[in-house]
């Protein structure tokens, strides 16, 4: 059995590709590359095709994460028949989702951060027109994030 899994923001700059990025690297430490597919878009389309904000590149870089060969693209409705999980990284690109999401939909559609446990934090917040340590910032969130969702998707394996 395989699980997929789908990471949703805005623009597919700076958080989801994180948390594609960061997922995967602990999906391949745990030797379940083969069985968990991950990916992820935005739901706008202001940067479709073009790489991850160079600030989340190098923030992820100092962290041992390359994002180099990712490329952003959009939500669509074949998401849903494609993923399993489809993890928002805020509340409004949940609502963008819920609205999406077709009724036939069996998989989990939620925030990312619902699955981290010692984060108290609900959303991943936007980095892009904050500071350089929100990047930081996302990253950190993010690993909790990745970490508690890896135990949860191992459930169903």
Known sequence: MSVSVLFVCLGNICRSPTAEVVFRTRVKAAGLEDR????????GDWHIGKAPDPRT?????????????????????ADFANFDWVLAMDNANLADLEVMRPASYQGTLARFLDFADHTGVQEVP?????????FDTVLDLIEE??????????EQL
């Open 145 to 154: 994030g990745a970490d508690g969702l890896l135990r949860r998707v191992r």
């Open 57 to 77: 590149q190098e923030a992820a870089l100092r962290r041992g994460y390359s994002m180099a060969a990712l490329r952003a693209r959009q939500v669509s409705p």
């Open 126 to 134: 936007d980095p892009y027109y904050g500071g350089e340590d929100g």
């Open 36 to 43: 968990i597919h991950i990916d992820s878009v935005g739901t």
